[in-house]
């Protein structure tokens, strides 16, 4: 399985610590865009200091103009309050989705936490339909565990 694969490569990112934390999350989002065929755009969202809102971090796909969503919108925002995984299977049937593409018919949201709060989120974008499993669910735990680890 692709997902045993990657997570020493994960673990190797993760504690190299001669590059930066940023280039670190962008090695992460490039390994998994490039690993896992069904895997279109792969970023991180981190809470705005104090502020109810989620920052873009590092991220690989097309660009987006969602650089700061509030707490409540679109997946995203609802896992910065729900602090519980999101798999959406068909975007199209969320009525609080934020369309970054209409490429898009899937996604993935899970958040980081660091001391059991919620301070970020990896966000994965699919143009495929359906095509999370719980496989995903937890490989993406994972990665969100190691990187909790360096934030």
Not at 27 to 43: D, F, P, R, T
Request: hydrophobic share 40%; with cysteine.
């Amino acid at each position: 399985m692709v997902f045993e694969t990657l997570k020493p490569q994960i673990i190797s990112i993760t504690t190299n610590t001669k590059k930066a934390t940023n280039e670190r999350l962008f090695a992460i989002c490039k390994l998994l865009e490039n690993q896992i065929v069904y895997y279109n755009w792969v970023g991180f969202y981190f809470r705005n200091g104090d502020k109810e809102e989620l920052i873009l971090g590092p991220y690989v796909g097309e660009p987006t103009e969602h650089t700061i969503i509030p707490f409540g919108k679109g997946i995203c925002g609802q896992v910065a309050v729900s602090n519980k995984n999101f798999v959406v299977p068909d975007v199209s049937a969320q009525d609080n989705y934020i369309a970054c593409s209409i490429t898009v018919k899937a996604e993935i949201v899970i958040p980081i936490f660091v001391n059991g709060k919620n301070i970020g989120q990896i966000d994965i974008d699919s143009n495929t339909p359906d095509p999370f499993s719980e496989k995903d669910e937890h490989f993406l735990e994972f990665v969100c565990n190691e990187v909790s680890k360096i934030l």
